[in-house]
């Protein structure tokens, strides 16, 4: 009966136990490598792709003329009440790197950041309007974080230079037990996706070309060894204590 209980008892601890590998995204080798900081890298602003929304509003003293070009109210604040309307409504480059707007017809905007998209729409616009403005922005900001934070999910970006911490502050914070010296950056650059390994702790990373945010990015908090370990106990603990309970109940029947 004694050897029961012990065989009942090991099978249950080796079932229920978690390891780091059982449970962390994106084993793999070949990136184990930190990412080098270079105390050069300066911010670089974020160019268009396809399948980017834009959200263009036209101000203009003739309404009738601005309202051809603003599928969206002008005083909806570009959305952010609402940020899966916005996108619905906006305009999508396409896969040739184009946006179509009313009249002034198709644009090539794929490899301009947002303040030169703003521009070559004001150029084109002039031919058609007097006295107008032109605003754009990109509405399809948006970024996931997963792992050990408090409140894991996607988060839209109103900011156009929103950095490592910020991303990870909508989320709540790391928990405790994260790991912060390996969290992953998985970042969209075209066709491809790239995978590297940040240090929280290293005071250097706000010089690093991966310190602010891109739209698309994923951040991965990795839990810490320890912290599995501690988990592990807990559950080692809990069933000790049913295994106890049970082998009590056993002697008293007996």
């Known amino acids: 009966m004694r050897n029961n209980i012990f065989f009942l008892l090991l099978l249950l601890f080796t079932a229920s136990c978690m390891t780091k590998k059982e449970i962390v995204y994106l084993q793999n080798p070949q990136y184990k490598e930190k990412v080098p900081i270079s105390h050069t890298t300066r911010f670089t602003a974020y160019t268009l792709q396809p399948n980017d929304v834009l959200s263009v509003k036209v101000l203009s003293v003739d309404p009738d003329m601005a309202n051809m070009f603003n599928i969206v109210n002008p005083t909806n604040a570009f959305g952010m009440s609402d940020p899966g309307s916005m996108y619905l409504s906006g305009y999508t480059v396409d896969n040739e790197g184009l946006i179509h707007l009313p009249t002034v017809g198709k644009l090539k905007v794929e490899g301009l950041t947002t303040s030169q998209t ?4 004001q150029r084109n616009l002039n031919r058609y309007i007097r006295d107008a403005t032109v605003v754009a922005k990109l509405i399809s900001f948006k970024i ?15 900011n156009d230079r929103a950095n490592l911490f910020e991303g990870l502050g909508m989320a709540g914070d790391l928990n405790q037990g994260a790991n912060r010296k ?3 950056l998985i970042r969209q650059k075209g066709d491809q996706s790239e995978v590297v390994l940040l240090d929280l702790t290293d005071p250097n990373l706000v010089q690093s070309q991966y310190y602010y945010l891109m739209p698309n990015d994923v951040l991965y908090v990795e839990p810490r060894a320890s912290q599995l370990k501690r988990d592990n106990l807990v559950v080692v603990s809990v069933i000790l204590s049913v295994v106890s309970t049970g082998v009590l109940l056993l002697n008293f029947l007996k």
């Not at 703003?118 to 729409?121: A, F, K």
């Not at 894991?152 to 970006?157: E, Q």
Request: net charge neutral; aromatic share 18%.
């Open 118 to 121: 703003q521009e070559l729409i």
């Open 144 to 158: 996931s974080v997963l792992g050990d934070v408090r409140n894991p999910g996607y988060y839209y970006i109103y």
């Open 182 to 184: 390996n969290v992953k």
